[in-house]
């Protein structure tokens, strides 16, 4: 059941822990998001990497949402439709008309009054159309460059993190932890404690980027200290990549194609179903 983000995170709020979000880049992933879902009865959200498209060739956002919309009707469950980091107004317009009903713009690069000048200029449209907005303060950048996980000039500080969300009216904001995205070279170690302190000066449901590979004692700490919304992509694209990797290798020149969806969509469920355990709807 295709739902607003905005009601999925305001769930999550009230049952004290975090709904799950993947990346996902064609039908095979969408698919099996959409069923893993139904099968534990929990929301959870659909998000599309606009480079996925822009560099890869991947889906485009009106054939993304046109997916998650067809597959979301045929469960029960809530599903949510999120575009992922984008810097591009125009990108982000289009995905607000294709119908996305929350939208990430990405300032962390910028200075603190750029990123909320620009983050307002997103929401002020994007509240217009009942579209939400997804901000950062501070930076979540590459688990490749380990500095990016432990250098604190990075991380978010709570005594800005409420100027942040009262200027830039953002309705949930991505904070800078101690995760990174991608394969994490050393254990990442989230500072909990910073966290709290940026759930108390607020009250707006927080987001984790960076999530594969983070073990979960600390996930199932910070899911019960504000953050509301967790991110992940590279385990499920790595999990799709082994599936047509094992797929050629077993069957050979006996394979085809046409069977290939039967064998990898529900070893990718089985994948979801166990990750959609840390969320404690
Ligand atoms: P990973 O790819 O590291 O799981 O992070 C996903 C993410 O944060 C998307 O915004």
């Known amino acids: 059941m295709l739902t607003p983000v905005k009601d999925i995170l305001k769930m999550a709020s009230d049952a004290n822990t975090s709904v799950i979000a993947f990346n996902a880049l064609d039908y095979n992933m969408v698919y099996a998001v959409t069923q893993a879902a139904e099968k534990v009865k929990k929301p959870l959200i659909c998000m599309l990497y606009p480079e996925h498209h822009t560099l890869n060739n991947w889906a485009n956002p009106e054939s993304f949402a046109a997916t998650v919309k067809s597959l979301a009707s045929e469960v029960s469950v809530p599903v949510g439709l999120h575009l992922d980091h984008c810097t591009d107004f125009n990108y982000i317009m289009r995905a607000i008309k294709a119908g996305f009903s929350c939208v990430m713009y990405d300032g962390s690069m910028l200075s603190l009054e750029e990123n909320i000048a620009n983050t307002r200029k997103v929401a002020d449209t994007a509240h217009a159309f009942d579209v939400a907005v997804e901000a950062e303060l501070g930076h979540v950048g590459f688990a490749a460059t380990v500095s990016d996980q432990t250098n604190l000039d990075l991380y978010t500080q709570p005594d800005i993190a409420a100027k942040f969300i009262e200027e830039s009216t953002c309705d949930a904001l991505a904070v800078a932890i101690g995760s990174a995205h991608g394969v994490y070279k050393e254990t990442p170690?989230?500072?909990?404690?910073?966290?709290?302190?940026?759930?108390?000066?607020?009250?707006?449901?927080?987001v984790l980027h960076g999530g594969s590979g983070i073990p979960n004692d600390q996930l199932d700490e910070a899911f019960v200290n504000g953050i509301n919304k967790f991110n992940v992509g590279t385990e499920f694209f790595q999990l799709y990549y082994d599936t047509i990797k094992d797929y050629g290798r077993i069957n050979g020149d006996s394979g085809n194609i046409f069977d290939f969806p039967n064998y990898c969509q529900p070893i990718l469920i089985d994948y979801l179903v166990k990750k959609l355990e840390l969320s404690k709807f």
Not at 189 to 206: G, V, W, Y
């Open 189 to 206: 170690h989230l500072d909990i404690k910073r966290l709290s302190e940026i759930n108390a000066a607020t009250d707006t449901p927080l």
